[in-house]
């Protein structure tokens, strides 16, 4: 039999592999010479695109490694939290303390300023007002302290609490050190009590000496300095 081979509907069919490399041959030697096609060759669009996937790639996978490693490092802790709110009612609950001390002493002359015989401090004007800031103040510490009203304390707003409560004492009190009549407990023609009459004034009750620390209870009402 002949070796030949034979295209049917786009197959192939040889009757021996002796007549497939003729036509194998034969084929190769009609073909048109290849040509390089250079830049006309190349896809533009596609390569703009796969480009274009590799750069976004680069950034979606750089926001992403970001934001898990901000997850990691920002999010609050249990352990962190419960310092936190140490801090915080320590620092709340001190500056209710120092206001609650000069409220309890600003009452001992309650009836004084109310008959007019203090005239540092009248009732209408002085003692009324100032009574009653304090009561906000610690009307806003118990809001401070209940979680379920305001959630999680700023640090801000609890030392600006506290910035109160001290400008409080620095309004209302004087300093004793180097004082030879006016100091804790002096009784020589310093310090009047609530029993203060201006038609016979006297000056020898004791000193009362401001005592911030005792609404803390044990053990920081026990503090000294230093």
């Known amino acids: 039999m002949k ?3 034979t295209e049917h509907g786009g197959t192939l069919s040889c009757n021996s592999f002796d007549g497939f490399v003729p036509y194998l041959l034969n ?15 190349v896809n533009w669009t596609f390569f703009a695109k796969t480009f274009a996937s590799w750069v976004a790639t680069l950034i979606v996978v750089g926001f992403s490694t970001a934001a898990l490693f901000a997850q990691a490092v920002f999010a609050p802790s249990i352990s962190t939290n419960k310092t936190l709110a140490v801090y915080e009612k320590g620092v709340i609950t001190t500056a209710q303390s120092m206001v609650k001390d000069v409220q309890s002493t600003l009452a001992l002359y309650q009836n004084a300023s109310r008959e ?9 004007a002085t003692w009324l007002p100032l009574n009653a800031s304090m009561a906000k103040f610690q009307d806003t510490g118990k809001t401070l302290l209940t979680p379920a009203k305001v959630g999680t304390i700023k640090a801000g707003d609890a030392l600006n609490y506290l910035n ?7 309004q209302t009190t004087v300093s004793s050190i180097g004082q030879e009549h006016v100091y804790k407990g002096s009784t020589e023609g310093a310090c009047n009590d609530a029993s203060y009459d201006p038609n016979s004034p006297s000056f020898n009750a004791a000193c009362r000496g401001p005592q911030p620390l ?10 000294k300095f230093p």
């Open 116 to 124: 007019g015989r203090l005239s540092t401090l009248p009732y209408n």
């Open 27 to 41: 084929t190769f030697a009609n073909e048109s010479p290849v040509h390089a096609e250079g830049k006309a060759g």
């Open 214 to 223: 005792k609404g803390l209870g044990a053990p920081a009402n026990a503090t």
């Open 164 to 170: 109160k409560a001290l400008a409080l004492y620095q």
């Open 3 to 5: 070796p030949e081979c």
